[in-house]
């Protein structure tokens, strides 16, 4: 599905929730980024709440980051929150994300302030290129990872402070594999992740990376970053055993997930910089097969 057709859809009846929540699913389905917690092993409305959240977070991702947005993008971010806002109230939502997530907001007793949260960091995205320190990178994670988990553990009936912190840890982990496996994808983008003081640390500069440079000082600042990644997943591990099936295994496939994208960028000798590491069906395999490494 065309993104910008995508946006444009509206409703020609706001009370077709069913309408609603299939433009969602067909979001789920048909865009280049997967997104585990929406698969076929979860089922009934606990799904569909997931797909609209899929919607909610995939259109305003791609406001961010598509072309066809360009010189538009705060504009659309701005609607979005409008349309948000009207969620709890009475209005008529205008795009069938919102008519998907009105009523699973309501069904689920689901609190804005994760969606809010969202729009926070996909205008930060829009609008800050860089990161002083690591605990700037911690806070956009916050805002842009968190709430993802955090919703979908509210919507299986999950609210206690200690799971929501679980499922925070796995997040953020899975936001800094993330930026690492797409720092080649970001700089085309004029986005670097990594945070100065880091730069600083390991004598590695902005410039270096813009050339692509791969020596000894990227290879040891890459590490870094991907050793605390491993250190937010094992933080996180306990989650879901916690949870019921089937929801435990998506979690537990999430996480193995992320932990063999550090795999991977370990195996490239922690050089993303001219080659994007991604998962193969095989690597897929092992992750499932092997015991985690965190």
Request: contains cysteine.
């Amino acid at each position: 599905m065309n993104t910008l057709s995508a946006y444009e859809t509206r409703v020609g009846d706001p009370a077709d929730v069913e309408a609603a929540y299939a433009f969602c699913e067909n979001l789920v389905r048909s865009h280049y980024e997967n997104f585990p917690v929406a698969s076929r092993l979860l089922f009934g409305r606990a799904r569909r709440a997931i797909a609209a959240l899929y919607g909610f977070a995939r259109l305003s991702d791609d406001f961010v980051d598509e072309p066809e947005y360009e010189g538009v993008r705060l504009e659309r971010l701005a609607e979005w929150r409008r349309e948000l806002s009207a969620v709890r109230g009475s209005g008529a939502p205008g795009h069938p994300v919102f008519v998907a997530l009105r009523d699973a907001v309501r069904e689920f007793d689901l609190p804005l302030e994760p969606f809010e949260n969202l729009l926070d960091a996909f205008t930060q995205d829009a609008t800050k290129k860089r990161y002083e320190s690591f605990a700037e990178v911690l806070d956009y994670c916050r805002r842009s990872a968190n709430p993802v988990g955090r919703v979908v553990l509210m919507v299986h009936g999950y609210r206690s402070p200690e799971l929501l912190s679980l499922s925070d840890a796995i997040c953020t982990g899975l936001q800094l594999a993330n930026f690492w496996q797409d720092m080649s994808v970001d700089l085309k983008k004029d986005r670097i992740y990594v945070p100065r003081e880091d730069f600083a640390r390991f004598g590695y500069s902005e410039e270096e990376m813009f050339r692509g440079s791969a020596n000894e000082a990227l290879r040891a600042l890459t590490a870094f970053e991907v050793r605390r990644a491993r250190g937010f997943f094992a933080e996180g591990r306990a989650l879901p055993s916690r949870l019921r099936w089937p929801l435990s295994w998506e979690i537990a496939l999430t996480l193995r997930g992320g932990l063999a994208i550090l795999d991977k960028i370990e195996a490239q000798e922690f050089v993303t910089l001219r080659r994007r590491p991604a998962l193969t069906k095989l690597d897929w395999l092992g992750a499932l097969c092997r015991k985690p490494r965190f």
